[in-house]
Structures are given as C-alpha cells and as structure tokens.
C-alpha cells in the first residue's frame, strides 16, 4: 500500500517538479526523511513523558522496586527511540549506495547496548536502594556489592558478545582469541590477578565487611574498612589517614575482626601496700562480689579475682572479667567505674593503693679512734 502511494505520488509531482528542474524523487526522499525525523522528536517526547507518568504513579505505590524501574528506564527509554529513528532515516537515505546494509546490523547493536544500558543503570539503582534501605539492617553489604558487581560484569560481557554477533564477528573465534590472550595477560598481569582473586575470596568467605574494624598482627594495618574493591581494599585508620591495601595481601596475612567479639575483657593488676597484707584476702573477696552485683558485667563469662604475686613493692591480685557492651567507648565507662569501685573497697577497709617505694637500711660502724690519740692514752 505505500509503495502504490508513494508511485501515485510520484506521477502526480513528476510533471510541476520537472519543469522547475527538481527531481520528484529527491523530494520524495526529503520529505521521507522530514516526517521520520519528526515522528522520532515526537516519539521521545512522548516516551518521556509517558515514562514520567507512570514514574509518579509508581512513587505513590507501597512497593519501591517499581520506583526503581521506571527511573531506571527514563534515560534508556528515550535513547532507544532516537536509535531506532535516526538509523531508519540514514537507512532510508542510503538506498541505492553501498552502505545501504549497514544500518540494519546498527540498529540492532544499538538497540542491545542500550539495553544493556537500562539493565545496568536497574541495577545499579536496585544495589543502592538495598545499602541504604533503613529496613535492610540485616543485609550484609560486602555481599551486596559482590553480588551487584559480579551481575554488572555478566550484563556487560553479554551485551558485548551479543553486539559483536549482530555486526557479524564470530563470537566463537571471539572466545578462542580471549583464551589465548588470557595465558599471556595472566603473565604480564600476575599482580593484578591476583589481587582480583583476593577480593573474590574476601567477598566468599566475608571475614570481614565494610564498616569493621580490622588489624593484622603481621602487618601494620589497623583502622576501620571503607570499601572493598576488587582491586584494592580502603581503610580508614584510626588517625583519619585512608590505607589502601592491595586484596592480595590477605591471601597471605591473618586478619582480626575486634568488630565481631561478643565481649570485652577487662584484665588490670592492683597491688596493696605490704602493712595492708591482712587485708588482701577480704578486698578480694568483696571486689568480686562487687563484678558479679555489677550490671554492666557479663557473669557467665569468666570471672576472677585473685591474689598473684609478691610484688617488690606491693602484694598484687587482679581482675579479670568481661563487659556485656563491645561498643570502645562504653567499655572504657565501665572500665573506669569497676577499676574506682575496687579503689573505694579497698580504701574501706583501711588499706591502700601501693606505689613503687624502696626501703635502704643503713648499717652504723663503731667509731674507731686515731691511732695517735691510743698511743697518747
């Protein structure tokens, strides 16, 4: 039907456009390309619009997945219109040269990256939705990321097979070219290597997420983790200085999450004066009746409170028990309270607190009178 259309069209131009020397279907062709030109400006306002509408909808719906989607979709949703518009009106201009048959296998790659465009921005917006969620409190955010990144990296080389089959390469020979330069990039990039698989394995076995506070004993690395890359691994120490560690050094070091103990131990020595030794058994025993009255103390945890050594200066017993909170500055407030606590016990019971002290006893010689003053008697 539009060919018959555009050939009634043609016979009727043919006679008033020869005369003024214009070719009908050069015009034909222009007017062609006018109106597709304008359909695809009106097509996009329109998506746009339409895709507003249904994002405003969406906003006022309980779920959040769709509020998620529809923003995802506005960029992609317009650009797809503008691929599909404006290959068809190359294509239509091309007829009759040689690059007529380009623009098909075009269009097609454009339309596949540009979804794959959508399906990245999806997840991208869906990841950060789940991170800050103030309902996902038990999501664990190492795994999020992993999870989202190792999904984007599928969506990408997906897309990119799938473009490069649609432009006629061969996604076999494609392959078979990847394996071989894979031998020599695993050489001439053994580091990077292996620092990717020391991110993978911290994202599998999660020894320690973002948010931990983390050390080695091997290594001077101490603070709080920023973020994991698959790369290289932030952390923020404790003096604000960001430490950027490579993941493949925690293939090789041990690693201590303090972020994950269920306790904190409170292991202090006291020493009582040598007068006060009559007292040393009572302070004991009511220091310990003390820890287990107190509330911030964890009673089925180990507790002890017992004389241990003659000090040089001092008789020393010590406490050792655990607080109920981990949070550092809370466990230092009951640390404190516990370490006065024992200090008034002790002070209770006409004791005191000792301090290093040396006792020098002097030996006095007889006098001895000159050898002159015996012979003089």
């Known amino acids: 039907m539009l060919e018959l259309f555009i050939e009634s069209v043609l016979s009727l131009l043919q006679g008033p456009l020869t005369e003024i020397g214009?070719?009908?279907?050069?015009?034909?062709?222009?007017?062609?390309?006018?109106?597709?030109?304008?359909?695809?400006v009106f097509g996009a306002y329109f998506i746009r619009r339409f895709v507003r509408s249904l994002k405003l909808r969406a906003e006022k719906t309980a779920s959040k997945w769709d509020d998620t989607f529809f923003a995802a979709l506005q960029g992609p949703a317009r650009t797809m219109v503008w691929v599909v518009g404006l290959t068809f009106a190359f294509e239509r201009a091309s007829i009759g040269l040689d690059i007529e048959a380009v623009f098909g296998p075009l269009r097609s790659?454009?339309?596949?990256?540009?979804?794959?465009?959508g399906l990245i921005r999806f997840i991208d917006r869906v990841k950060r939705r789940m991170i800050h969620d103030p309902q996902a409190d038990d999501l664990d955010l190492t795994t999020v990321e992993a999870i989202g990144r190792l999904i984007r990296i599928t969506v990408l080389i997906t897309?990119?097979?799938?473009?490069?089959?649609?432009?006629?390469?061969?996604?076999?020979?494609?392959?078979a070219f990847g394996g071989l330069g894979g031998i020599a990039v695993g050489f001439a990039a053994k580091d990077l290597l292996s620092n990717f698989f020391g991110g993978l394995m911290i994202f599998l076995d999660r020894p320690f997420g973002v948010g931990d506070w983390i050390r080695s004993p091997d290594r001077d690395i101490e603070g709080t983790v920023?973020?994991?890359?698959?790369?290289?691994?932030?952390?923020?120490?404790?003096?604000?200085?960001?430490?950027?560690?490579?993941?493949?050094?925690?293939?090789?070091?041990?690693?201590?999450?303090?972020?994950?103990?269920?306790?904190?131990r409170i292991y202090e020595t006291i020493g009582v004066r040598y007068d006060d030794a009559e007292q040393i058994r009572r302070i004991g025993e009511q220091v310990k009746s003390m820890l287990e009255q107190h509330p911030d103390i964890d009673n089925s945890q180990t507790l002890m409170v017992n004389?241990?050594?003659?000090?040089?200066?001092?008789?020393?017993?010590?406490?050792?028990?655990?607080?109920?909170?981990?949070?550092?500055?809370?466990?230092?407030?009951?640390?404190?309270?516990?370490?006065?606590?024992?200090?008034?016990?002790?002070?209770?019971?006409?004791?005191?607190?000792?301090?290093?002290?040396?006792?020098?006893?002097?030996?006095?010689?007889p006098e001895v009178l000159p050898a002159r003053s015996v012979q003089q008697q």
Not at 22 to 40: D, H, K, N, Q, W
Not at 109 to 117: F, G, P, R
Not at 159 to 175: D, H, M, N, P, R
Request: aromatic content about 12%.
């Open 159 to 175: 897309g990119g097979l799938i473009i490069l089959q649609t432009l006629g390469f061969s996604v076999s020979g494609v392959l």
């Open 22 to 40: 214009m070719s009908p279907i050069a015009v034909l062709r222009g007017v062609e390309l006018f109106v597709i030109v304008l359909i695809t």
């Open 226 to 264: 920023e973020s994991l890359g698959w790369r290289i691994t932030t952390i923020r120490t404790f003096d604000k200085r960001p430490l950027y560690v490579p993941n493949a050094t925690f293939l090789s070091i041990a690693v201590e999450n303090p972020s994950r103990m269920s306790h904190r």
């Open 109 to 117: 790659a454009l339309v596949i990256a540009t979804l794959t465009w």
């Open 307 to 365: 004389f241990n050594q003659f000090g040089p200066s001092s008789l020393d017993f010590f406490i050792y028990c655990f607080t109920k909170t981990t949070v550092w500055a809370e466990y230092h407030t009951v640390k404190e309270d516990v370490l006065l606590k024992a200090y008034d016990l002790i002070t209770e019971l006409g004791a005191e607190v000792a301090f290093p002290t040396q006792t020098l006893h002097l030996q006095v010689e």
